[in-house]
């Protein structure tokens, strides 16, 4: 017979540590760089900024605004083609990312991109080093794949929850031992595609 499908990884957990955090700041995404360091982007109209945070002290090494017209989104760590360390981000309604260096956040390049039709939003990033991609969300059930080099589109995947019916609102996204966990917006819920 035919085994079970596993619904849930798990819903208990521990919190090991509180740490403050400013109010202020809508945080869109949020990863590690290979040496710990922690790289937050934040939203809303005339408040969004890309940001290095110590992880030993939680404080903001290096923060630049985003211009005004930006409303950031996600964003994620990775390594170039030659190894050097560069933050993607994307903004939500303009169809506009922004690649930077870690270390000084020199905007290196602006890019524009499309998602689904009619809004092409940009809501989630993550990387996928093993494949060299990164993986976007939109809010829709569909995940797209860009290649790093080249930011092009490869393919997209339809998300499905295990009843067959779309998953909608993913948005900020995670990529984990070969899975890409979505926390699925205006929900307390976390899914592994």
């Not at 945080?27 to 110590?54: A, C, H, M, P, W």
């Not at 922004?98 to 039709?117: G, N, P, Q, R």
Request: charged share 25%; with cysteine.
């Amino acid at each position: 017979p035919e085994q079970e499908l596993i619904k849930y990884i798990t819903n208990v957990f521990t919190v090991l540590e509180q740490v403050d955090h400013d109010q202020t700041s809508f945080t869109q995404g949020l990863s590690y760089g290979n040496d710990g360091k922690i790289f937050e982007t934040t939203g809303l109209y005339r408040n969004s900024k890309v940001r290095r945070i110590n992880p030993d002290t939680f404080e903001v090494e290096l923060s630049i605004d985003i211009d005004d017209q930006y409303f950031g989104e996600g964003s994620t760590f990775y390594s170039d083609a030659d190894g050097n360390g560069r933050l993607i981000a994307i903004t939500w309604q303009k169809q506009t990312g922004f690649i930077f260096d870690s270390e000084t956040f020199e905007k290196l390049e602006e890019f524009k991109y499309t998602t689904t039709a009619p809004g092409h939003q940009g809501w989630g990033i993550t990387y996928d080093a093993s494949q060299q991609e990164f993986i976007v969300s939109d809010g829709s059930n569909f995940l797209y794949f860009w290649d790093r080099d080249t930011l092009v589109e490869k393919r997209k995947v339809a998300v499905t929850r295990f009843d067959g019916k779309e998953q909608n609102q993913l948005n900020e996204l995670e990529f984990m031992d070969g899975l890409i966990c979505c926390n699925i917006w205006h929900r307390d819920d976390i899914i592994c595609v």
